[in-house]
């Protein structure tokens, strides 16, 4: 019989530990809302979730879910993930892990993953730092930001979590914010439910190593309002709290402009196609910047695409077909084989 | 009474190939046989050159046969590089067959030496060599087929097998058996070719009266009844894992990332779609482990393949594997080192890496395998310890297991020993209370009487529980800190590891029973030393042998053994790594090291020198 749940069956009760405003809680009950859902729309009990953890400040998740969990080493969640998801095509498998353990030692498995489309649930918890070793830049910090190991600011160019996975191809690419919980939540639901890699990033304040990191266009409502954009599938691209601002292709580069401003009709702003393989109108929102562009937030791609675990399926069956009931026995005594009498 | 012939010529003249059909042929015909694949690391050095020269030695004899030989009594080479690049693996009376048609000035210049002195540089004055035109036969005896010049000089390789089988009246059915199977329905004129290349060097033996060293006096009668098909150590390792999977009833899963000499058995994994395995190429050797974890996390066998490198890499996660308590077999096939090293050349160094790579005190259980045949039984046998005993086992073969082959006499999974995991539902633990804490939640390291943590498998209703690297409370699992439960949990991991000796049969010695010397080996020189001691202890001396299977914890009987005898001699390939660990753990006065660090099969005739010395 199909059990129902709410949020509190998905936690085990542990007390969490994160720091006061810490964006994590938010994202962590945002999770335990979507849960329920999840398990109703895929039609699966509690006990084929399992979250995978890597190491980081957002990787103690796995700890406070009352679901199968392996807090794992760091950077290679999404390998262990790979494995579990290839094994267990049943599971609703789902990755924990920061702009640290995934990008930078982890970065291989997760382009990796991205690349063969295997059917996971990653949450990127982006904070642009490295909070659990107490402040050191990451590979998302802003150019020039001053931490522990950048005194001087930061010399190197950061990752955007979301232009790498569609970069490495994954099938579907979300951006939230942690106080959008109801956002966050729908994007969660939607990728656990999406066939194939779900890379949802989500820009978490680190309250005492990087406080503010995305305020510019996350502190507010009202800020979220005219500095971020939400895409929606089939929806045109506009913004603003009177959703007059949008965007439109100007020669190859995006460009904001106010309907009825400058000549700007509605009919000129674009409409998303989150569905189209084509990864370059993805890549050009997914790379927008405040204060140039609106920060986009959303599903950015969501296309169909065979995944790895369910092509791995089909070979076994189709090989099994090919030679059904086959056994240890018959590969070990088939073949080129002698007897001595 | 045993012969060695060694094939060598280019990469590309198929001397692989003939090798494995010669020595399948043997055995076919009932002789114990092992082979030795020398080939280079290049994939196709330039034709003609020393560096591009590929050898393939067999031993071949009247009793069970558990090494590939010392020097070769018979030598082909099929032009003067190989010649050049393989005499020295020669007996000073070899007889050595040369496809004379390659032996121009020319070619004979291009590696360095001249035509008219050849023998004398190379010292081959003593030898009988057998100067045959094997590229005109072979022209000839394919003419009919009407291929072009390049496809018919393939065919060279077959007047080659045909010719030193009728040197032993061995029969060409097996061969004739082979290229029918895999030619027929590609090309049906490089079928008959083949087939028509190889009766001729057949007819040619016969015609020329060349008969084999040892050939009267080699009656074929060296196995014991049975069902047998020739194995090499990578396949062995790979169907030791198929036939555990289903005696256990978990599915089989490999993660792996390629690497010499250890990626023949991510190959033939994959083949095996229809036995339900599944195999995942990573993106490199880390995920090639951690995809196994996850495997097994949900349930499967799950196995990682790699060679030394790739064992440093995947060290941490080992050591995951360790703490979480995960059923996971990582096979190393040894390979010279250190870094890159000598990819295709065997070496045993990477023992101590197994023994103790990991960051934190992390026993594991370390097993070891000692011919292609027993590479199937000990991935058995890891599979059986990793998935009854919930823990990670390193298995040790090396290049010289991997590719050479011997006879392995067939058995059904049927007969094989039980493998039973510690797989549990909430039903089954309903009267153990101490399962579950206060809310009823499952307590993850609950283990059984073994010590094995209960495998409660993802998808099982009610067991829902978190695993992780962080050290842990015991029993409870939950992140704890305390001194305490970091020295106990330190404690368990050891007394898991230590508890294995009994799933693995004492140590077997042969010769004395005790005395002035004992030897001990392992991997794949146990076949030499072996026979190098049985040699000596039929000539009187008070020696004995034995192999040393598991390593970690240390085989039941090894210590004993050792304290029986006055000398303990070790010998290894490596700067005596097993010698200096059992001199840690065994209260013995007296443990030498017969070490060999040239990255090369120890020789019999050495070896007995080398033990006398010790002896006296």
């Given at each position: 019989m199909k059990r129902e749940y709410t949020p509190?069956?998905?936690?085990?009760?542990s007390p969490v530990k994160w720091?006061?405003?810490?964006g994590d809680h938010a994202i962590f009950n945002s999770v335990l809302k979507a849960l329920p859902e999840v398990a109703d729309r895929l039609d699966?009990?509690?006990?084929?979730f399992a979250f995978i953890s890597g190491i980081?400040?957002?990787?103690?998740?796995?700890?406070?879910?009352?679901?199968?969990g392996f807090h794992i080493i760091h950077g290679r969640a999404a390998a262990i993930a790979t494995g579990l998801k290839t094994a267990r095509p049943d599971l609703s498998v789902w990755v924990c892990s920061g702009d640290g353990d995934s990008l930078a030692i982890g970065g291989n498995h997760f382009i990796h993953a991205c690349r063969r489309n295997i059917d996971l649930n990653l949450i990127l918890f982006n904070?642009?730092?490295?909070?659990?070793?107490?402040?050191q830049y990451s590979?998302?910090?802003?150019?020039?930001k001053v931490t522990k190991t950048s005194?001087?600011?930061?010399i190197e160019e950061p990752f955007s979590p979301a232009v790498l996975a569609i970069g490495a191809k994954a099938s579907f690419v979300a951006r939230t914010i942690d106080m959008e919980l109801d956002l966050t939540k729908e994007m969660l639901v939607e990728g656990a439910c999406h066939k194939g890699m779900a890379v949802t990033e989500a820009l978490v304040?680190?309250?005492?190593?990087?406080?503010?990191?995305?305020?510019?266009?996350?502190?507010?409502k009202a800020i979220r309002e005219e500095r971020t954009i939400r895409l929606k599938h089939g929806e045109k691209m506009l913004f603003g709290a009177e959703r007059n601002k949008g965007l439109v292709l100007d020669g190859l580069k995006l460009k904001v402009v106010t309907v009825g401003?400058?000549?700007?009709?509605?009919?000129?702003i674009l409409t998303h196609?989150?569905?189209?393989?084509?990864?370059a109108l993805h890549t050009m929102l997914a790379s927008m910047r405040y204060p140039e562009y609106p920060v986009a937030v959303g599903v950015i791609r969501d296309v169909a695409r065979p995944t790895y675990d369910s092509e791995v399926t089909r070979q076994i069956a189709e090989q099994q077909e090919r030679?059904?009931?086959?056994t240890a026995d018959d590969l070990f005594f088939g073949g080129e084989t002698w007897e001595v009498k | 009474m045993s012969t060695v012939i060694r094939f060598s010529g280019?990469?590309?003249?198929?001397m692989q190939m003939v090798g494995n059909l010669f020595s399948e042929s043997a055995a076919f015909a009932g002789y114990g046989v092992f082979t030795f694949p020398d080939y280079p690391?290049?994939?196709?050095?330039?034709?003609?050159?020393v560096a591009g020269v590929s050898g393939f030695q067999i031993n071949f004899g009247t009793q069970a046969i558990s090494h590939h030989g010392d020097k070769c009594d018979i030598l082909v080479a099929m032009n003067p590089a190989a010649l050049v690049a393989h005499?020295?693996?020669?007996?000073?009376?070899v007889t050595i067959i040369v496809d004379?048609?390659?032996?121009t000035k020319e070619a004979v210049a291009k590696v360095g030496y001249d035509i008219e002195t050849l023998t004398e540089q190379l010292h081959l004055e003593e030898c009988n060599i057998v100067e045959a035109p094997i590229t005109q036969m072979t022209l000839d005896a394919v003419a009919?087929?009407?291929?072009d010049r390049k496809s018919a000089l393939k065919c060279r390789n077959m007047v080659v097998l045909g010719m030193t089988l009728g040197m032993y009246d061995i029969s060409t059915e097996y061969a004739k058996k082979y290229i029918t199977h895999k030619f027929a329905t590609k090309n049906e004129l490089v079928c008959r070719a083949n087939i028509s290349a190889l009766e001729a060097g057949e007819n040619y033996a016969r015609n020329t009266h060349l008969v084999g060293e040892h050939h009267e006096k080699m009656g074929a009668n060296a196995l014991a009844k049975g069902v047998y098909r020739s194995i090499n150590g990578n396949q062995a390792v790979a169907w030791g894992f198929i036939a555990a999977a289903e005696k256990s009833g978990r599915p089989l899963f490999c993660g792996s990332y390629p690497i010499t000499p250890a990626t023949g058995i991510l190959e033939e994994l994959a083949k095996h779609k229809a036995l339900g395995v599944k195999t995942v190429q990573a993106e490199d050797e880390i995920a090639g482990i951690c995809t196994a974890i996850g495997a097994s996390f949900g349930g499967s066998l799950a196995v990682t393949t790699t060679s030394g490198p790739g064992l440093a890499l995947k060290s941490e996660a080992l050591g995951l594997a360790v703490m979480a308590q995960i059923p996971l077999v990582v096979v190393d096939v040894q390979r010279g080192g250190?870094?890159?090293?000598?990819?295709t050349k065997s070496e045993q160094a990477d023992l101590l890496q197994a023994m103790?790579?990991?960051?934190?005190?992390c026993p594991l259980v370390v097993l070891t395998a000692h011919s292609p045949a027993d590479c199937f039984d000990k991935a058995y046998m890891a599979a059986k310890i990793a998935l009854e005993r919930m823990m990670p086992v390193v298995l040790l073969t090396d290049g010289n297991l991997a590719n050479g082959t011997e006879p392995w006499r067939v058995r059904g999974v049927a007969d094989m020993p039980s493998i039973t995991p510690p797989i549990v539902s909430r039903e089954e633990l309903?009267?153990?209370?101490?399962?579950?804490?206060?809310?009823?939640?499952?307590?993850?390291?609950?283990?059984?009487e073994n010590l094995?943590?209960?495998?409660?498998?993802?998808?099982?209703?009610?067991?829902e529980h978190r695993l992780g690297g962080l050290e842990k409370k015991p029993?409870?699992?939950?992140i704890s800190y305390s001194p305490e439960d970091h020295a106990t949990m330190g404690a368990l991991r050891a007394e898991r590891v230590a508890r294995?000796?009994?799933m693995v049969p004492s140590v077997a010695i042969e010769g004395?029973?005790?005395?002035d010397l004992l030897v001990l080996s392992w991997g794949s020189n146990v076949g030499k030393v072996s026979e190098a001691v049985a040699q000596l202890y039929g000539e009187g001396a008070k020696v004995a042998h034995a192999t040393v299977e598991l390593i970690n914890p240390l085989q039941r009987g090894v210590a004993d053994v050792m304290m029986r005898f006055k000398r303990v001699l070790v010998c290894e390939s490596n700067s005596g790594q097993l010698a200096s660990y059992l001199r840690s753990i065994v209260e013995h006065g007296d443990i030498r090291s017969l070490a060999d660090m040239g990255a090369q099969p120890f020789a019999v005739d050495t070896l007995k020198k080398d033990i006398l010395a010790n002896l006296n």
């Open positions: 509190n069956d998905f936690r085990n009760g720091c006061a405003g810490c699966i009990p509690r006990e084929n980081g400040c957002s990787s103690r998740f796995v700890y406070y879910m009352n679901t199968y904070n642009e730092i490295y909070g659990l070793t107490k402040g590979p998302t910090s802003k150019l020039g005194p001087f600011g930061t304040n680190c309250v005492i190593f990087n406080n503010k990191t995305h305020a510019d266009y996350a502190e507010s401003e400058d000549g700007y009709t509605l009919d000129d196609d989150a569905h189209t393989e084509d990864t030679e059904p009931n086959k | 280019d990469s590309g003249d198929g690391a290049e994939v196709r050095a330039p034709q003609g050159t005499s020295k693996y020669a007996t000073a009376t004379s048609d390659n032996f009919a087929f009407e291929l250190p870094s890159t090293g000598l990819p103790y790579g990991r960051n934190g005190d309903a009267e153990k209370a101490e399962c579950f804490n206060d809310n009823g939640l499952f307590k993850p390291y609950s283990a059984n094995a943590r209960y495998w409660a498998i993802p998808g099982t209703e009610g067991l029993i409870a699992g939950s294995v000796a009994e004395a029973t005790e005395g």
